[in-house]
């Protein structure tokens, strides 16, 4: 699958820790969950992130916490590096007592004036991985995986939290949510219309509506359309096929939304986006 909201991270198959230095410009990732946690630390550049239905403004120098099994969506329409840590779950809970670990808690906007002080310690960690990625010095995955276990302790340590039972997302909500996003990945190219997917699940229109709103962070119709558009982006810089053919294939009948979509999430048109894909392969 091109975009899977369960998003299977094969840089972690066999592995307790992943570090990925990478730059994007016209990033999306719909809507997805996986067992790792996350970590992303901004080198330059800008990029957004919506966890459990709230947005992020993340700038360079700042890094912010996903938890495992979060739902959460990034984008940015302009270029941006990163440095993007998974570590396993289990790996974690490893090092706990009775193998428990309190949710991770940790962005600029969450933080208390006591909490400061450790947000700025764990930035200047991740600052201490640049020039091990550049020099790249012989046993270099060990130095790097040493400062992601600091930065884990430092997390643990100061920016986890026991959730309250009543804001505990109910184990049966999260379930229906992924069950949701994942018939939008499978029926994305037909139309999906809110009272076909509500009656798919059981459930009332208006109830499916704050539902997901509450929980993924944007309506359902644009969730859908964006999971069109991440589809469409993909096919224009791994195929040669028409523009007009992969959006059709691809489920938009609006085109003048699909237009204008497009260039809010990746900062151009499909024809620019293929003229550069094109002067890249000649470079």
């Not at 239905?53 to 700042?62: C, D, F, M, P, S």
Request: proline share 4%; charged share 20%; net charge negative.
């Amino acid at each position: 699958m091109k975009t899977a909201f369960y998003r299977h991270l094969d840089d972690l198959e066999g592995k307790n820790i992943s570090i990925r230095y990478q730059t994007n410009r016209g990033s999306y990732f719909p809507a997805h969950w996986h067992p790792a946690v996350e970590l992303l630390y901004i080198l330059n550049g800008t990029a957004e992130i919506t966890i459990s239905g709230k947005k992020y403004t993340l700038v360079a120098g700042e890094f912010i916490v996903t938890d495992s099994n979060q739902i959460h969506e990034s984008r940015c329409a302009l270029a941006y590096t990163e440095i993007c840590v998974h570590i396993s779950r289990a790996f974690l809970e490893s090092y706990m007592e009775q193998g428990i670990l309190p949710h991770l808690v940790c962005s600029r906007e969450t933080l208390t004036h006591k909490d400061l002080p450790w947000f700025l310690e764990i930035c200047d960690l991740f600052k201490q991985l640049v020039p091990l990625y550049i020099t790249q010095p012989p046993a270099m995955n060990l130095a790097c995986e040493a400062i992601v276990m600091q930065i884990l302790f430092k997390l643990v340590n100061h920016f986890s939290v026991s959730i309250p039972a009543e804001e505990v997302p109910a184990a049966g909500n999260q379930e229906r949510l992924k069950e949701i996003l994942l018939y939008v990945e499978e029926h994305y190219s037909h139309s999906i219309s809110l009272e076909e997917i509500s009656a798919h699940f059981g459930l009332n229109r208006e109830y499916f509506c704050r539902f997901f709103k509450k929980n993924v962070g944007l309506n359902f119709s644009r969730h859908v359309n964006l999971v069109r558009l991440s589809h469409i982006h993909f096919e224009l810089l791994t195929t040669n096929d028409p523009i007009m053919e992969i959006i059709d294939r691809n489920g938009f009948t609006n085109y003048k939304l699909f237009h204008k979509l497009f260039r809010e999430i990746y900062g151009c048109t499909p024809r620019d986006l293929r003229t550069s894909k094109s002067a890249g392969a000649e470079n």
